[in-house]
């Protein structure tokens, strides 16, 4: 039997801080556990399949996690790619149950990046004493700089508007005055966006993902069990991973992992584009969401600016995308891969409110992770309800 | 832009090569006598075909600007006091493309496909090593 629709999302949970001071990350992943599993109408004895990563936990962090928890699962997975890990997680945890190795995965994300003030986007990582990093860290590389000269050449490239970056920002702004958890709600115009300041040319403030605490928790298992269970499986139809860098043979900038993973995610779902009913993409900039819409093969290379603009990527357009808000609204706590599948199994279930998208069947969520236009890593799921 | 003194290089084996060509102002490339690749960052192998027989030369120092961003925030030292100043990639005439800091000139000045040289910015240290920073400027 195949992967696709083998296994599926049986709960989840966003965890509703945006602040949280007074938590510790592993705690918003146990309390985003509790949440996931009373969703699906499972407990933490169900769980046999552990599956986490954060910005702080190191090489054993894992274990630690386990510890925390009082788990003693068959299997474990820390896989940590930066901000799409948890999507990987969910097409790893699929594999593992779909090999037998586990029964029922549960995925964990937590931070407290804005609560301790972490700067991610424009002043991490210049006291590296490792010698690759020296190729990047006298240079002052920010995660807003790299993001930047991606914008910078398809601009240059293709005639691509700051006007038809902003609108992305615009939209997402949107989105998130229809989800009471966002953190940004007050929604914005193309002006506000262009008329705030330059952050990185040429991408503004508002350009950029906002920095929040939070957390989430995803529950995998056989689609044969879940059917069991208390909400309506949300199948995983198809997943794919990749790496890209800026290295031998200078590959072009324009070009993301989201090509490699989402060809590989779409081949395994067996289905089109056309058939996508909502995205879920990471959008740490405006250009992530362009540029990533591209290479998913939404629209040709060059051609996003176009796709972005005239509401077409909003609630009611052709392709709506990030309906909570995303990470330019709604919440960014560093790594944010896990909501996109939060929120596309949400809506996928028909759960969302003033933001629902009518009638959706099936999304395609893709996470980011580290820098594009130096090193990042892809993660694509196809998710879809009968 | 206030000048900007680069934080310190750190090396290993692999890499040392290209910082010390950088002290004596030369741009420092790897060639693969294998298979003839030309690759940055340097390593201990051919990235393409794994081969361990390489050899460092010295490259042009001409190149083009591939893509570019003014930095306007960034709140480490010394950057914070250097805004804004050019981050960019530069495609060399030998293939690999670097990423590096354009300098004088007016960040603005700076375009997409304008042709550059190499410029060095040797290291004050006191650990004995000769290293310098490899930043480009206008060609001409």
Known sequence: ?386 | MADLTHPKVHASWETRGYWEGAARGELVLQRCRACATVQHKPRGVCATCLSGDLEHFVASGRGTVYTFTVTHQNQAPPFAAACPYVMAYVQTEEGPRILTHIVGCDPEAVQIGMAVVADFQPQERTDGEQFAVVRFRPAG
């Open chain 1, 1 to 386: 039997m195949s992967l696709s629709g083998a296994c599926s999302i049986a709960g989840v949970y966003e965890h509703p801080t945006r602040w949280a001071p007074d938590k510790t990350e592993f705690q918003i992943m146990a309390e985003s556990a509790k949440g996931a599993l009373d969703d699906a109408g499972l407990t933490i004895d169900d769980v046999d399949g552990l599956f986490g990563a954060s910005m702080t936990m190191g090489a054993m962090g894992i274990v630690e996690l386990a510890e925390y928890l009082n788990l003693k699962p068959n299997y474990i997975d820390g896989t940590n790619i930066g901000g799409s890990s948890f999507l990987a997680h969910v097409t790893h945890a699929a594999a593992a149950i779909h090999a037998g190795l586990c029964q029922v995965a549960i995925v964990l994300y937590g931070s407290t990046a804005a609560s301790h003030s972490v700067a991610i986007g424009t002043g991490m990582g210049h006291g590296s004493r490792n010698p690759w990093d020296s190729f990047q860290s006298p240079y002052g590389m920010t995660t807003v700089g790299s993001y930047a000269m991606v914008a910078q050449l398809h601009m240059q490239r293709y005639g691509t508007k700051p006007e038809q970056l902003a609108e992305i920002a615009v939209t997402m702004r949107r989105h998130a005055s229809m989800n009471p958890a966002a953190k940004m709600r007050t929604p914005i115009t193309v002006d506000d966006v262009l008329s705030s300041r330059l952050i990185s040319a040429p991408l503004h403030l508002l350009d950029c993902c906002i920095i929040s605490d939070g957390g989430g928790a995803i529950v995998v298992t056989s689609t044969e069990r879940a059917k069991d269970l208390k909400k309506k499986p949300v199948q995983i139809l198809g997943c794919g991973e990749s790496v890209c860098h800026q290295e031998i043979g200078s590959p072009d900038l324009l070009t993301m992992g989201a090509r490699q993973a989402g060809e590989r995610a779409f081949g395994m779902a067996g289905v089109q584009r056309s058939d996508i009913d909502l995205a879920m993409v990471y959008d740490s900039f405006t250009i992530t969401v362009l540029s990533t819409l591209e290479n998913l093969g939404f629209c040709k290379v060059g051609e996003g600016g176009d796709f972005v603009s005239g509401g077409r990527i909003g609630l009611g357009g052709e392709l709506p995308v990030n309906l909570d808000g995303g990470g330019l609204s709604s919440n960014h706590p560093g790594m944010r891969g896990i909501f996109l599948a939060i929120e596309a199994t949400k809506q996928l279930r028909g759960e969302c409110g003033d933001r629902q998208v009518a009638n959706a069947k099936l999304a395609v969520a893709h996470g980011t992770g580290g820098t594009l236009g130096v090193a990042h890593s892809g993660a694509t799921l196809i998710l879809g309800v009968e």
